[in-house]
């Protein structure tokens, strides 16, 4: 007996070995040879409760763990503004640590990657050394309309004008890839592990809210919704866009992280966006006030309403078991959270995340590369408008000589790259000076353009004494707004800030000067305007600061045009192009041109 027993347990261990291989090579959600919808079937009627809920949520790369990912089968880990593995991380630093955190999600039951988020406003600016691109107020990258300058994400917008916004989503083809002709409507597109999943957001009516207050109630019509707010999410799900984020704020008092008429009745249903629905950060605490007043209500109304994925982002366990309990109690239907974790399977099969779940090192050597810098450079150009050139139309100032015997440099924003980045730059709310990252502030702009032979004298807030005896042959005043992101950059007077009007006033009163804004909106300008001979609004134009020394001295021409109304004063706001009483400074569409400096 003992001598036949071994032999019978090694058949029946080969046995069980056999099988169990077997089977996992009919694990068809494995298989990318499979159609889609078939791979999402199978992985879906596989998953626990515990499992799809994990899915379900985020959370931030502070709390994120392999262990936590492992334990709570977590969906997505977010790196918010500012969130960074380490100051001035590397590279390979952010690799390392992603995929650490994606082994973690790896070693699970099922083995189901996690899909990061990050907050990639204007270029991959939680990166240090990454190229930042002008802000979407002259670049213009997001899907919302600004309609009040003195809303603080104004800038995150690119017009008040939702035809220029709907042109703009061109930037998912070159986010996700171009999707072919023969696509279906409303399902997400990713070509290739060199492209990522983009986000639309946010949905809907942000940038139209009361007095431009972040995150507060935009009062409009349901067709005037549409018109001006909608359009650009109807053509983001045509090109395939990958996620959709809700927006904080309300629509005729209803909180949109609440609106199931306009999340699942016209986001998915009417437009059949077949990709997956997020909230905002905290967005379901926010759904009361106080915020998390009463969770279980804002689970509930939140989930219901159609959002998929929960930026939680830190408090993850409660956001677990609040969900858990109200699915178990049928609170929620089990069928609201299949639709949602089917919703983000298909975002991840199509990003191809089940076949390459880790980051490597191939495209490290891009990060900051001179060819994105170059193409930085030209976007600033592009996005530059020339508001006044010279007293007279007769006697321009711009461009500017490169040779002449002396020029000034002032202006609290010339040699401040914080200050030209704006908010969302390494930090959420951006930061003051030329330690946050590699770039080209305006002042080393200058002086690389000029004439070795021209003598620069650089003074941030000079006095007309200093001014007058110096006999300068013109200056260059660069000042604006300081960094801010989101509700701290509401403003009701949008003044430039100190010192930069005595700033203008000293200079601007004593020599030939230009002007150059460093702003995320129109502001405040006509009390000025008088003393500047010459007043380019350059926005907030990121690392590449020779865009700007490109046009100042006329090695291209200015060819940009107003993407949104500049008022004369705030109690003119809100005024759009289109407007009954439409009085502005600088009217939508203006922008002088100026014809490049024969070499």
């Known amino acids: 007996m003992g001598r036949t027993s071994t032999p019978i347990l090694g058949i029946i261990l080969l046995f069980c070995c056999l099988v169990s291989d077997s089977e996992a090579e009919y694990l068809k959600y494995k298989d990318p040879k499979q159609p889609l919808n078939v791979r999402i079937r199978d992985l879906l009627k596989r998953m626990t409760l515990e499992e799809k809920i994990g899915q379900m949520t985020q959370i931030e790369r502070s709390v994120a763990t392999p262990d936590v990912m492992k334990k709570y089968f977590i969906g997505s880990v977010l790196s918010g503004g500012g969130s960074v593995p380490a100051t001035k991380a590397s590279a390979e630093t952010w690799v390392q640590m992603v995929n650490g955190i994606q082994n973690g999600a790896l070693s699970t039951r099922l083995g189901i990657p996690m899909i990061w988020g990050i907050d990639a406003v204007h270029g991959h600016n939680n990166v240090y050394n990454a190229t930042i691109f002008p802000h979407n107020v002259g670049l213009g990258v997001t899907r919302q309309v600004c309609r009040d300058p003195r809303w603080g994400r104004c800038y995150e917008s690119y017009s008040e004008d939702p035809q220029i916004v709907l042109a703009m989503t061109e930037i998912i083809p070159g986010l996700q890839g171009d999707i072919g002709n023969n696509s279906r409507k409303g399902v997400p597109f990713v070509a290739g592990k060199n492209k990522v999943a983009a986000c639309a957001k946010h949905y809907v009516g942000d940038g139209g809210t009361s007095k431009g207050i972040n995150e ?196 609290s924003h010339a040699d401040n790259l914080g200050y030209q980045c704006g908010g969302w730059t390494i930090t959420w709310q951006g930061v003051s000076g030329n330690n946050l990252t590699v770039g080209t502030t305006i002042l080393d702009a200058v002086k690389q353009a000029i004439d070795p032979a021209t003598q620069l004298v650089y003074s941030e807030n000079p006095d007309t004494n200093f001014i007058k005896s110096n006999k300068f042959s013109y200056a260059i005043v660069v000042v604006g707004e300081h960094p801010y992101a989101e509700t701290f950059g509401d403003s009701l007077n949008l003044t430039i800030a100190e010192p930069g009007p005595s700033t203008i006033a000293n200079v601007c009163g004593s020599i030939q000067c230009v002007v150059i804004l460093i702003t995320g909106r129109p502001v405040v300008i006509q009390p000025y305007l008088s003393e500047i001979d010459a007043l380019v609004a350059a926005w907030l134009p990121g690392t590449e600061g020779q865009g700007v020394t490109d046009l100042l001295f006329g090695d291209y021409g200015f060819t940009g045009k107003l993407a949104r109304t500049w008022f004369k004063t705030v109690n003119q706001l809100p005024m759009n192009v289109g407007d009954k009483y439409y009085d502005p400074l600088f009217s939508f569409g203006f922008g002088l041109s100026t014809n490049p400096t024969k070499s």
């Open 216 to 411: 507060n109630n935009t009062v409009i019509s349901y067709s005037g919704l549409l018109s001006i707010h909608m359009p650009a999410y109807h053509d983001s799900i045509i090109k395939g866009v990958s996620t959709v984020m809700v927006s904080y704020s309300s629509w005729n008092g209803k909180k949109m992280h609440t609106n199931h008429e306009l999340v699942t009745g016209y986001l998915k249903n009417k437009l059949r966006f077949r990709g997956f629905v997020i909230s905002d950060s905290q967005g379901i605490d926010k759904i009361t006030s106080p915020p998390h007043s009463n969770y279980s209500y804002s689970v509930q109304a939140g989930v219901s309403a159609g959002i998929d994925m929960i930026m939680v982002p830190f408090n993850f366990t409660e956001f677990i078991d609040e969900l858990t309990y109200q699915v178990k109690n049928n609170i929620i239907p089990v069928s609201r959270i299949d639709d949602a974790v089917a919703r983000i399977l298909r975002v991840k099969f199509v990003m191809g995340l089940f076949e390459n779940p880790l980051a490597d090192l191939s495209l490290v050597n891009q990060l900051g590369s001179k060819e994105h810098r170059q193409l930085a450079r030209e976007a600033v150009r592009k996005s530059l408008v020339l508001l006044k050139n010279g007293k007279s139309a007769e006697k321009p100032l711009l461009p500017l000589p490169k040779k002449t015997s002396k020029i000034l440099v002032a202006g």
